[in-house]
C-alpha cells in the first residue's frame, strides 16, 4: 500500500516537473524571437542605461500604452478619448525633463 501512494506521488512529481520544464522552454522561445535591443543579437540582454534626447518619442510612446491606455481599459465604463484621458492623467514632457536633468 506505501509503495504504491509512493509510486503515485513520483508519477505526480515527474508530471509536475515535465509541466515546469515545457513552461520554462516556452517562455525561452518567447524570449528568443523577442527584439529587446536593436542592434544585440542576443535578445536576453537587457541594456540599461540613462535616457536621452533620443529616448523621448518612445519614452511618450510607453507612457501613452502602458499608462494611459492601461487606464482606459482598467476603467472601460468611463468614457473619453486618449486626448481627453491623457489630460485627466496628466501629460508629461519627456523632453523637457530630460533637458532638465542634462
Known amino acids: ?3 504504491s501512494v509512493l509510486g503515485g506521488f ?3 512529481l515527474a508530471e509536475t516537473w515535465l509541466h515546469v520544464c515545457a513552461a520554462i522552454q516556452h517562455l525561452r522561445e ?3 524571437t523577442a527584439r529587446l535591443c536593436p542592434g544585440i543579437k ?3 540582454i537587457f541594456v540599461v542605461s540613462a535616457a536621452t534626447m533620443g529616448d523621448v518619442h518612445q519614452l511618450t510612446g510607453l507612457f501613452m500604452k502602458d499608462y494611459v491606455e492601461c ?3 482598467l476603467h472601460a465604463n468611463v ?3 486618449a486626448a481627453e484621458w ?6 508629461i514632457d519627456f523632453e ?4 532638465e536633468v542634462s
Open 1 to 3: 500500500c506505501m509503495v
Open 10 to 12: 513520483l508519477i505526480l
Open 30 to 32: 518567447r524570449a528568443s
Open 42 to 44: 542576443d535578445a536576453g
Open 71 to 73: 487606464h482606459r481599459r
Open 79 to 81: 468614457r473619453g478619448t
Open 86 to 91: 491623457l489630460t485627466a492623467l496628466g501629460e
Open 96 to 99: 523637457a525633463v530630460l533637458h
